[in-house]
């Protein structure tokens, strides 16, 4: 799942992306999880199934899995059941205050700060992995989130594009896609 079913991006779409490359998706069952709002407006590469998120199929597909992977936190109703490995992507770099370094909050009107670290201190505990894109952003997630689990200080997969496409043949092709000068950096 990705930024909470709302699209198809982020380092879960490039972990997929990835496994579609490797022929995993063939291998595995692959299943994305979006909004009911934009569940038809989205298409998928590879043989990965849509799951609307507030349907019992997503809830039973998520109990039943080996390996879930998002970038924000999961459901507050959906529990990791103990054979599922969890790897959470998260979805930014931390530039601001996050989780439990937090001196207040106001999301979608929640205004508890007590309530929303503790929802957040039980989110992590779930973890098994989480991937950060460097030394500064594992320290931050370490305390902000109370991660103990392991880390994978691995660099962001959404951010690998910029490395791998980085080369003469690709740029020239990315020019003539988006109508850019060759000469034009």
Request: proline content about 3%; overall charge positive.
């Amino acid at each position: 799942q990705s930024s909470v079913g709302r699209n198809y991006s982020g380092n879960t779409r490039y972990i997929y992306e990835e496994m579609i490359e490797q022929g995993l998706d063939k291998k595995y069952n692959c299943y994305w999880v979006f909004e009911k709002s934009i569940y038809d407006k989205i298409d998928l590469p590879g043989n990965a199934k849509k799951l609307d998120k507030s349907s019992f199929k997503f809830l039973y597909t998520s109990l039943k899995s080996k390996y879930w992977i998002f970038d924000t936190r999961q459901p507050n109703y959906l529990k990791k059941p103990k054979d599922t490995v969890f790897i959470e992507t998260w979805h930014g770099t931390p530039l601001k205050k996050l989780a439990l370094d937090m001196e207040k909050v106001d999301m979608s009107g929640n205004t508890n700060i007590k309530q929303y670290r503790k929802r957040f201190k039980k989110h992590t505990s779930q973890w098994d992995y989480l991937v950060s894109q460097n030394s500064y952003s594992t320290e931050i997630f370490r305390r902000a989130f109370a991660f103990n689990g392991e880390m994978l200080e691995i660099g962001y997969p959404r951010n690998d594009i910029l490395f791998s496409k980085n080369n003469d043949e690709d740029i020239k092709k990315i020019k003539e896609k988006m109508n850019i000068p060759k000469d034009k950096k």
